[in-house]
């Protein structure tokens, strides 16, 4: 068998461990109640805002529920999965080299899966309201909100890659509750002009839901390119790249 073939082989058993299983179980829960908690911020408030598009309270609610919801499910899956809890820094994980491309892949399945569950979930147990899914502003062009989608995405990996780095210790609450923040101001920012999505999986989910997938792609063109970017110029530009920790192999955290 040519060396090539072997260490793919050898890569893809290591995604299937029972150590893989339980990161992919972990990164299943934490994006559902994520999705779960971030889309239902958002029925929330329509309920008791009717007219939340034009309220600005609605987009403080989202936010700080977005903030919570993050800071919670990454501080519980961290030194399981790595917390990855978004397709996005999955990606510019596995660009990096910090986990295999099949490691990647059956994260994005979790997640992804995780996301239309919660969201059908909210649909089947709110009756009488819709799924609230992301959507353009009229001042936005689609280009336009890819590259602000790519831009948030950007400082949000950028955050993580900053709260994960050895370098700094071992992970902290104070850790998980700066990227949730990040991610809170980063949708005070873009909510009305893109949604502040900077999360394929939660943008997916509701569109799957409520059976519209108009705009998808700036939901995932932008976010991935901007992860990836942010990845490699953690690691490879303003930092040097650090080697994995043992205790944080491909399929057990990052």
Not at 107 to 130: D, E, F, K, P, T
Not at 196 to 211: E, V, W, Y
Request: hydrophobic letters at 50%; one cysteine or more; glycine letters at 10%.
């Amino acid at each position: 068998m040519a060396p090539s073939s072997v260490t793919v082989t050898s890569r893809f058993h290591e995604s299937v461990t029972r150590n893989a299983l339980r990161s992919y179980f972990a990164e299943f829960i934490s994006t559902f109640f994520y999705v779960f908690l971030v889309v239902g911020s958002g029925m929330s408030s329509r309920k008791l805002m009717p007219d939340a598009s034009l309220n600005p309270t609605s987009l403080v609610v989202v936010a700080i529920a977005s903030a919570f919801a993050l800071s919670c499910v990454l501080y519980i899956a961290w030194d399981i999965s790595g917390g990855h809890v978004n397709p996005a820094v999955t990606f510019a994980m596995a660009v990096g080299g910090h986990v295999s491309v099949p490691t990647a892949l059956f994260y994005w399945a979790a997640q992804l899966i995780a996301s239309v569950m919660a969201c059908l979930v909210l649909r089947v147990i709110v009756v009488g309201m819709h799924v609230p899914t992301y959507t353009i502003a009229e001042e936005m062009t689609g280009f336009g909100a890819s590259v602000l989608e790519g831009l948030l995405t950007f400082v949000l990996v950028y955050t993580v890659y900053a709260a994960r780095d050895p370098r700094r210790g071992p992970l902290t609450s104070i850790g998980t509750l700066a990227i949730g923040l990040m991610a809170g101001a980063c949708v005070l920012a873009a909510g009305p002009f893109s949604g502040g999505s900077m999360n394929p999986a939660c943008a997916f989910g509701s569109a799957a839901i409520a059976g519209s997938f108009r705009n998808q792609a700036v939901y995932w063109v932008g976010p991935l390119i901007g992860a990836t970017v942010a990845g490699l110029l953690y690691d490879n530009v303003l930092f040097r790249s650090y080697p994995a920790d043992s205790t944080r192999g491909e399929g057990i955290g990052v």
